[in-house]
C-alpha cells in the first residue's frame, strides 16, 4: 500500500516536473494559461476549474473554465466567451471582498481549501448554487490558490473544483499533498506568465521603437517616411506567396513564425539609416533646388539678358541717329537690328523653357541636351559692374547637366550612403538569436543579382531568399509612390515594365520577379495603397523577360 502511494505521488511530482518544462516553452498566452488549468486539473484529479487573471481596475476576469461532467470548456484556446462579469476585489464602499473565495484568495494571498461548499459559511456561495440548479452539477470541494510572481505579487487565481477519488469516482476533498502540488505548480504557472507578459512587453516595446524611428523619417522626409511603411506591406505579401507556392522554385521555401517576424522587423528598418541624410538631398525635388530652386534665378536672368539686349540696341539706334536725319538706309538697318533683337528674344525664351524641363530630371539628357546647356551656359552677361561673365555658373551648368533624375554624382553618393549607415546602425545591435538575420535582410536591397549593386556587391547566390524579396518590394514601391518630388508616380503597367527590364538586366530575382506577376502580388498591393488612376489594365505579353 505504502509503495502504491509513493508510486503515485512520484509519478505526479514527474508530471508536474513535466508540466512546468511544456510552461516555461509556451509562448502563446492563451495556451499558456489553458495549460496551466489543465495541467492542475490533471495532478489533482479534479472535474471542473476556473482559472482568473488580474485586471488593472482591480477585478478577477474569467480566462477560462473546463468542467468534464458537464462538458464545458470556456474561454482560453476555444474561441466561446464566458459569460460571467468580472469579481470585484473590492466593494462599491472601497472595502474588500472577502466573501468572495477567489477575492478572498487573492486579498489575503492565502489558499484557500474548502472540503464541502454547501457546509461553509464564511463564504457567499449563492452563485455556485444557482449554477447547480440551473446545469444539476453538485460544486462540492473548492481549492483556491493564488498564483505569485517571483515578487509575491498576485497575478491571478486557480481554482479548482470537485476533487475526485481515482477509483470510487466519489467526490473528496482536495489533500494536502494535492494541495501542495498545485501550489508549486501555480507558482511556476505563475513566473510562466510573468515571463511571457515581460517578453510580450519588450517586444511590443521594441515594435514601437521601430516605428517610432519610421515616424522619425516621416518627419524629416514626409516624401520617404510612407515607403518605410508600405515596403512592410509589400516583402510580407510576396513572402506568403513563397510561402503559399506548391510547385516550381520556392516550393520548398518556408519561414516559421519567429523567422517571418524577423524578416517583418528587418524590412521596417531597412531604411533607418536615412534619419542622418540631409533632407536637401533626400527631397531634392530638381537639379537646381538648394534652399529654394535656383531655376527662378535664371528666369529672371533670361529677363535681364534680353533688357541688356535691347539696351545696347537702343545705344546703337542713339548714336545712328546722331549723324543725321532718318535715310532710307538707317531705316533698314533699325528694322534690322529690331528683328535681330527679335531673333535674340525669341532663343532666350526657348532656352528658358528647355532649362526650366532640364531642371525637372524627369527624362534622360542627351548629348544633344548636354551640348545645349553648354552652348547656354557660354552666353554672356553684364554684372553689377559691367564685366561680361557667362550666363550660367559652374555650379548651375554641373546641375543642370545631370543625366538621370535630381541628384549629382556627390548626392548620390550621400543617399547611397544611407544603407551603410543603415549597416552600421543594425549590425551595431545585440539581436537575439531570433533575429539575428535582421541586418542581412534589411541592408541587401539595393544589391542586383549580377554583382553590380551596392554596398557589398553581392550576387544573387551570396544573398538569402527573403533580403532578394526585400529587393522587389523596395523598388517597386518606389515606382509606383504618389508621394516622390521629383517624379509622377507611375501606373502599374509602367512599373511592371521596369521592373521586367530590371529582371533581364539581372538586377533583380527572375524567380521571384515571376511570382510576383503570376500570383499578382502587384494587384493585391495596388488595391491596397495605390490611386485608382495607376490601377491600369496590364498586358503580361508586354512585360519584359516575362512568359505568361
Given amino acids: ?85 468580472p469579481l470585484p476585489l473590492y466593494l462599491e464602499d472601497g472595502s474588500p471582498n472577502l466573501t468572495t473565495v477567489a477575492a478572498y484568495a487573492t486579498l489575503n494571498n492565502k489558499t484557500v481549501n474548502i472540503a464541502n461548499a454547501y457546509e461553509v459559511e464564511n463564504f457567499d456561495f449563492s452563485g455556485t448554487r444557482k449554477f447547480d440548479q440551473k446545469t444539476g452539477y453538485h460544486s462540492q470541494s473548492f481549492l483556491t490558490i493564488p498564483m505569485k510572481d517571483h515578487e509575491s505579487k498576485v497575478i491571478g487565481v486557480l481554482q479548482l473544483i470537485n476533487a475526485t477519488d481515482a477509483d470510487t469516482g466519489a467526490i473528496v476533498p482536495f489533500s494536502i499533498a494535492n494541495q501542495t502540488l498545485v501550489e508549486s505548480l501555480a507558482s511556476q504557472a505563475a513566473v510562466a506568465m510573468t515571463n511571457h507578459h515581460l517578453i510580450e512587453g519588450l517586444k511590443g516595446l521594441f515594435e514601437a521603437f521601430i516605428e517610432l524611428i519610421a515616424d522619425a523619417i516621416d518627419q524629416k522626409s514626409p516624401y520617404t517616411g510612407g515607403h518605410c511603411r508600405r515596403v512592410p506591406e509589400l516583402t510580407m505579401m510576396l513572402t506568403q506567396a513563397l510561402i503559399d507556392a506548391k510547385t516550381g522554385p520556392f516550393k520548398d521555401f518556408t519561414l516559421n513564425e519567429n523567422e517571418f517576424y524577423e524578416l517583418k522587423v528587418a524590412s521596417w528598418l531597412h531604411d533607418c539609416g536615412k534619419v542622418t541624410t540631409p533632407e536637401a538631398i533626400m527631397d531634392k525635388p530638381t537639379k537646381l533646388s538648394s534652399i529654394f530652386d535656383r531655376i527662378q534665378l535664371v528666369d529672371q536672368r533670361f529677363e535681364l539678358l534680353k533688357q541688356q539686349a535691347e539696351s545696347a540696341m537702343l545705344k546703337e539706334q542713339v548714336e545712328m541717329l546722331k549723324d543725321g536725319g532718318l535715310n532710307q538706309e538707317k531705316q533698314g538697318k533699325l528694322k534690322y537690328q529690331q528683328a535681330k533683337l527679335d531673333a535674340f528674344n525669341a532663343h532666350c525664351d526657348e532656352a528658358r523653357i528647355f532649362l526650366q524641363h532640364a531642371n525637372i530630371g524627369s527624362e534622360s539628357m542627351t548629348a544633344a541636351d548636354l551640348q545645349r546647356i553648354q552652348d547656354i551656359a557660354n552666353l554672356q552677361i553684364l554684372d553689377a559692374i559691367g564685366n561680361k561673365v557667362p550666363f550660367l555658373n559652374d555650379d548651375e551648368t554641373y546641375n543642370l547637366s545631370i543625366k538621370r533624375g535630381t541628384l549629382t554624382a556627390e548626392e548620390r553618393q550621400v543617399i547611397n550612403n544611407h544603407i551603410v549607415v543603415t549597416i552600421s546602425m543594425l549590425e551595431s545591435l545585440p539581436y537575439p538569436q531570433s533575429l539575428a538575420r535582421v541586418p542581412e535582410y534589411a541592408c541587401g536591397h539595393h544589391e542586383h543579382m549580377d554583382g553590380s549593386g551596392y554596398p557589398k556587391g553581392l550576387t544573387r547566390e551570396q544573398m538569402s531568399i527573403p533580403a532578394r524579396v526585400m529587393g522587389i518590394a523596395d523598388i517597386f514601391e518606389a515606382l509606383t509612390s504618389k508621394d516622390r518630388p521629383y517624379k509622377k508616380a507611375k501606373t502599374l503597367s509602367e512599373s511592371l515594365a521596369i521592373l521586367g527590364k530590371m529582371k533581364v538586366d539581372q538586377h533583380i530575382d527572375a524567380d521571384l520577379f515571376d511570382v510576383f506577376i503570376r500570383e499578382e502580388i502587384y494587384l493585391k498591393y495596388a488595391q491596397e495603397f495605390l490611386e485608382p488612376e495607376q490601377i491600369d489594365l496590364v498586358d503580361l505579353s508586354k512585360i519584359p523577360g516575362y512568359q505568361p
Fill in 1 to 85: 500500500m505504502f509503495d502504491n502511494q509513493q508510486s503515485y505521488l512520484l509519478e505526479r511530482l514527474e508530471r508536474l516536473n513535466a508540466i512546468g518544462i511544456a510552461l516555461s516553452a509556451e509562448r502563446d498566452n492563451q495556451r499558456l494559461l489553458e495549460m496551466i488549468l489543465l495541467g492542475a486539473q490533471e495532478i489533482t484529479n479534479a472535474d471542473g476549474g476556473t482559472l482568473y487573471t488580474i485586471t488593472q481596475d482591480k477585478k478577477l476576469k474569467f480566462e477560462m473554465m473546463r468542467n468534464k461532467t458537464l462538458s464545458m470548456s470556456l474561454g482560453g484556446t476555444t474561441g466561446k466567451e464566458i459569460p460571467f462579469l
